[in-house]
C-alpha cells in the first residue's frame, strides 16, 4: 500500500513534468514550413570564400558557423531539410593556416584599441593550430573554398598537399580534398546533393580588382593554366566551367540556387579611403607644384609634340597640388611608360627621377583607392627622408590604385559572367540571387532591419567584416534570406528567414 | 569612430529585464482548493487570509504546515524565424506555516511565515530571447507576528508587521549578438541575498448573520531595495570597447500592496460558498532601475509600466463527512502586464485557474489538506518593445504559451 502511494505519487510527478504547454499549431511541426518543390535532404554549397564563410581576411570556427549556408542550412531543418549540414571547421578562432607547422596564412583581423585609444582592425595575435597536412575526411556539406576561381572548382590536383607548397593548389581544398587529384565539383558532388548552391566567379575579377589591376585582363586568352592570381579570367572560360558545374549538380533533378557576382564598387575595400587623401596647405601646395613645374611645362607637352603621348594623355598626366585636400600621386601602367624616353635627349634627366615620372599621373575622381593605401598614403616611402611623402613626391605604386580603365575591364568580365550565370539558372528552372543588384542596395540606401540599418560602411556599416570584402555574420545571414527568398518564389517553399538583427557583426578583442 | 562602437555596446547593454507578475498566490491548501479564497473564510489559514478571522477560530491552537510544487511551462515560438524556445524550469516550491493561539475570547494570536512572491524560469541558454532572460530564479519569505482581537460578537480586526528576506538571481545575455572571440554569448548575471524590508497587513471581519461572513484585508506594498548586490559578467571581449567587470549593484524591486474583499455564505448546513474578490496594485512597477557601482558601465533602466490587476475568485466547500470536507474553486486573473511590455521572464496572460482539493480528518487533532490547481492560460501574440539597441527599439515577438499544474499538501494540528 505504501509502495503502491509512492508509485502513484512519483507517477503523477513525471506526468505533470512532462506536460508542456503545446501551441495549437507549433512551429516545429512537420508541414507548418514546407520545402515545396525542392528536395532539401541533402544540401550542399559549393563556391569560394563567401560560402566558406571567410571574415576578417581568415577562416574561422565562428565565421564558419555564421556562413550563408549554414544559416540556410538550419533554416531548411525547420523546412523538413537535414539536421545536419557538415562543414571542414578550423581548428581554432584565430584563422590562419600551418603547412608542415609553417604558416602561410595569416590570422584573423579584429577591432583592437591602439595606444593611444583609437580602435582599428588588428591582426590577432597568436599561433594557428589548423594543419593543412592533417586531412579531414568528408564528405563536406559546405564546399566552398577561399581563394578559388570559377576553373579551379574543376582543376584536378587543387587539393593536391604537394601543389599547395609549390603554388599550384589550394591549401583550404587540400585539407580537406578526398585525394591529391580530386576536384571541388567532384567532392561536392559525391557528397550525394538533393540540393545546391553555387555561388563563384568572385576572385575571376576580385584578384585583379583588389590588387589595383596589376594583373593581366585575361579576356580572350582560353588556357586558364597560364593565368596569373591576379588576372581576370577570360567570359569563355568561365562560361565553360560554370556550365559544367551546373550540369554536375543539377545531375539526377536536383534543384538548387545560384548567385551572381557583386560589382567591387559596392564593397568597403573600394569605397572607404577617399581619393583625396592629401591635405596640403598653400605654401606647400606651391613647392610641390614647383617640383612638378618641369613636368607639366616642359616634359609632358614635349612628349605629346613628339607624338610619344597623346595630347589627351599629356593633359591627364597634369600634376597639380593646391591648398586643401589633394588626390595623391601615383603610378598608372595602363599610361605610356617613358622611362627612359627621359633619360635621352632633350630630357636627360638622371635614372631614378626618370623612373619616378615614368607612368606618373595625378590619382583623380574616377579611381579607387583601395583600403590597404590607407596605412601607405601621406607616410614616407623613406623614414630618414622627410620629404619623401607617399602621394606626394612618391608615387602610389599601381597596386593601391583601381583606375577607371580597369574598372571597366572588370566590369565587362563581371556583366558576362553575370549573363551566363542568370542564362543557366532560367535554362535550368533554378532559383537566383541577384547579389550585384542587392549589394548595390546595401551600398546606396542600405537594409533596414530590426536594429538599424545595414550598410557598406567599413567597420560601423554592419555588413563587411575587417578585411573590407567579405560580410559579417549580419551581411552572411542576409545572403542566406536572399537565398530563402528566391528558393521560395522558386520552389514554392515556405522556408523562414532568420532575423539578421541576431547575427553579430564586428569582433571586438585586443592582443 | 570609437564613440559610435562605444554607444552601440553600451545602449545595447542597458536592458536588465526582471520578473513580472511574480505574485505567487500559493498560501494554503484549503484555501487553494476554493480558487484560493479565504478573506471571508475562518479557518487554519485565515492568520495570511485575513489575520481578523484569528479571534473568530474555535480551536485554542492551530497549526497549519504546508507546500506545493510548481510544475510550470512556458513555450515560444516565432512564426516568422521559426525560432521555438521552451522551459525547462525546476520544480517551485512555495511552503507555509502558521500558527494560530487564541487568548482569551477577543483576543488571538499567531505567527506566518509564507512565500507570496517568486519565480523561477529557466529557458535554455542562448535561446532567441536570451538577450531579456536566460534563466531568473527570485524568492521572498514573509514572516508575520500577528494579533486579532473581536468586538462583540459581529466585527473583528486583526494585523501585523511583515518582514521580509528576500533573495533574486538572474542571468541574461547583454544584447543579442556579443561574444568573446570564441563565439561564447556575453552575458551578466545579477544576484541580490539577504534583501530585507518591513510592511504590514491589516483586516476585518464581519459575521452579520450566523450564515454570512464579510470580509477585506489589506496588505502593504514593500520595495525590496537590493544593496551592493553582485553583477558578474562572464564571456566578455577582451577589448576596451566592451568595459564590462564585475561589480556591485543597487535596485529595487516592489512587491505590490493588494486589497481583497469579499464573503462567504454558508447554505444547506454542509456547504460554504466563497468569492473574493483581489485588486493587486501593480502600477508601482513602472520601471526597473540597476545602478551599477562600475562608473564606466551605464545604469539601467527599464520600463515595465505595470498596470494594477484583479483576480476573481469563486470556492465553494461539501463537509462530506465527519472524515473529508471536499472543496472546489475557480479563478480568473488578470496579468498586470501591458501589451508591448510583455517580457519572457514572466511571460503571463490573463489565466484561469481550476482547484480541488480536500481535507482528511485523520483525527479529531490532525488533517490532512491536499490541493491541486491547473492554471491554464491562452495562447498569445505578445512582445517586448522597451529593449533598445542604438538608440533604436528592437522587440521581442512571439507567441507563447502557459501552464501550471499545481499540487499541494498540508498539515493541520489543532486543539
Redesign the interface.
Known sequence: MKNTFKYIALA??VA??S??????N???DEG??TSGDANLTNYVAMGNSLTAGFADSALY??GQ?DSYPNIMAQ?FA?AGGSESFSQPLMAD?LGGLLLSGNQIAQNRF????DAN???GPAV?EGMPTTEVTNVLSGPFNNMGIPGAKSFHLVTPGYGSIAGVAAGTANPYFARIASSESATVLGDATAAGPSFFSLWIGNNDILGYATSGGSGVDQTGNLDPSTYGGSDITDPNVFASVYSQQVEALVAGGNGGVLFNIPDVTSIPFFTTVPGQSIPLDAPTAELVNSNFALYNTAVLPGLAGLGVISAEEAAARQVNFSAGVNFPIMTDDDLTDITLILQGPPFNLDAATAGLLGQLRQANAGDLVVLTAASVLGTLADPANPLSINGVAVPLADQFVLTATEQANVAAAAASYNATIQGLATANGLAFVDARSELERVAGSGIAY???VLTDTF??GGAFSLDGVHPTP?GYAYVANLAIQAINNTYNATI????I?????I????N | MKKVVLLAVFALATAVTYAGGYRVSLQGNKSLAMGHTGVAIVNSESIFFNPAGLSYLEDKLSISVGGFGVFSNVSYQNETTGAFAETDSPVGTPFYAYISYKVNDWFAAGLAVYTPYGSRVEYEDDWAGSHLVNNIELAAIFVQPTVSFKIGDVLSIGGGPIYVNGSVNFNRNLNRTLTDIDGNRSNVTIDATGVTNWGWTAGVMLKPTENLTIGANYRSEIILEAENGDAIFENIPNSPLTPFSNTEIDAALPLPAEMTVGLSYEFCNKWTFAFDFNRQFWDVYESLDIDFADESIPDSQNARNYKNSSTYRFGLQYDATSKFTLRAGYYFDESPVQAGFFAPETPRNDSHGYTAGLTFNVSDRFQIDASFLYLQFDEVDASYDAYFENGQAVPFEGTYKNNAFVPGLGLTYKM
Not at chain 1, 19 to 24: H, Q, R, W
Not at chain 1, 110 to 113: E, G, M, T
Not at chain 1, 507 to 510: K, L, P, Q
Open positions: 503523477a510527478v505533470l513534468a506536460c508542456e504547454a503545446e501551441f495549437d507549433p512551429v516545429t507548418f514550413f570556427i565562428t558557423e533554416q525547420l578562432n579584429v577591432l583592437a584599441v585609444g583609437n580602435p590577432l530590426d536594429g538599424g567597420v560601423t549580419r523562414p528567414q532568420v532575423n538583427g541576431d547575427y553579430p557583426t569582433t571586438a578583442a585586443n
